[in-house]
């Protein structure tokens, strides 16, 4: 069944073949996704990112800017996001956030290692909220990333409440990168390991999206029993040993389970 997986869907394209697109509308979102990683981008860089004629990009931009969508830095020149977006951004979310909030403080004040709130969004984690840790190391990871499912803990804890079929879409549509020498970038075995993930109920990352970091991860499940967002736990590989990573598991899952019922997603 795997083996006969189309191999020409891609990311989110996937998803936007299933309606039919504004072309202007299309264009203002890819210019703020240009955003994501990047603090600030000029017209020539955005039209040159997307393909677009510089007056066109212009066009696009200013009417975003009109919106403060966008804003200009006025000793640069250049662009970046507007804080219309972040009025916006904290109304999504609100009731996860709101419940999720003090369990990911309990995390953090009992094992002092960076927790994480993230939602899926298509094919990928976007990350909700983040509580560094008081040690000095920091994890790459922001508010506001998105990455692939299959590169992190989360991302995998949340594939495995999918069905087959559905993993293996998400798989064939992912355009798998090597973040390190841990990142497993065999599709059959990201499958295979994923299955062991719906059995355990919770997902590790060791090392796979960076070096030096281990993660375990537990899902938050609507009442379809798919999981709609996940919390994680991350610190340093030298202090996440396995004692330390099993006592993380059944405190995180714990409180993943009444998060869910809160929200009124499931009884468990």
Sequence with gaps: MYDNIEHDKAGIAMEKQKVKTIQSVSRAIEILRC?????ELGVTEISKI???????AFGLISTLESYQLLEKNGDTGKYRLGIELFRLG???NSSLRSVAIPYLETLLNKYEETVNLVVRDYNFVTYLEKIESPHSMRICTRVGQRLPLYSTAVGKVILASLSDEEIEEVIEASEIK???QNTI???RELFEYIHRVRKNGYAEDFEELEEGLTCVAAPIINHTGKAIAAISVSGPTSRMNDEFRQRIIETLIEATKEISKKLGYFNI
């Design 185 to 187: 970038c065999n599709k």
């Design 35 to 39: 955003f994501d990683n990047n603090e």
């Design 178 to 180: 090597k973040y390190t």
């Design 50 to 56: 997307l393909g677009l004629h510089k007056s066109t």
């Design 90 to 92: 904290t109304k999504v």
